[in-house]
């Protein structure tokens, strides 16, 4: 499989596959593709792990692609203002992701659910108790919000990050929470009460649009049907 990541600010993966090759889709990602391209509906290992993908912020069917009959072209956009980046799977080397975060991949990664080893974490972090793990073996398409940035986390090296801004990150690395110190920082600063802590070793990869904070900035400009 050949790939391509083209445009901004809505980027596409476009992916040339050969005969035979097949990709993994959630339900409505793929955007065009090439006549020979069948498609085939599927739980992915069952209703136990289809179930699993729910909590975790994706549909219970994903849909497999394969090129049929010679070599073949499906592309994957963005369905929000963002980054779309490629990450190669495999063992040793599994990703952990936001929910939704999924976009596509070769049909050789495995897409599991992830849960917080932490209650707290959970809960309060801001990130979901629950999240996505990509394991397997092959290449893996997730779509971020905004820019993303990067960072490379020695052993026991930390980064503290607001509500919503954690993309992704190796397996290896581990998260908390951590509370914003004093009840005035708490109640004035705006800030909320938690930070979701990532500590390595590996890698982390932060976004600057976080969906929640889309959404309070255009709720001013929802009508309300009340009316005003």
Known sequence: MRYSIEGTPLPVAICQLEAGESML????????MSPNMRMETTTR???GKALGRMFAGEALFQNRYTAQGGPGLIAFASSFPGDIRAFDIAPGRELVV???GFLASESTVELSVFFQKKLGSGFFGGEGFIMQKLSGRGTAF?????YVKQYDLAPGQSIVVDTGYLAAMDASCSIDIQSVPGMKNIL?????VFNTVITGP???WLQTMPVSAVAGAIRPF???GNGD
């Open 45 to 47: 290992g069952g209703l």
């Open 142 to 146: 997730c779509e971020f919000d905004g």
């Open 25 to 32: 889709t959630e339900r409505g990602s793929m955007s065009w």
């Open 188 to 192: 004035f600063g705006g800030e909320g």
């Open 202 to 204: 590996g890698r982390v």
């Open 98 to 100: 936001q929910k939704s």
């Open 222 to 224: 929802i009508p309300t």
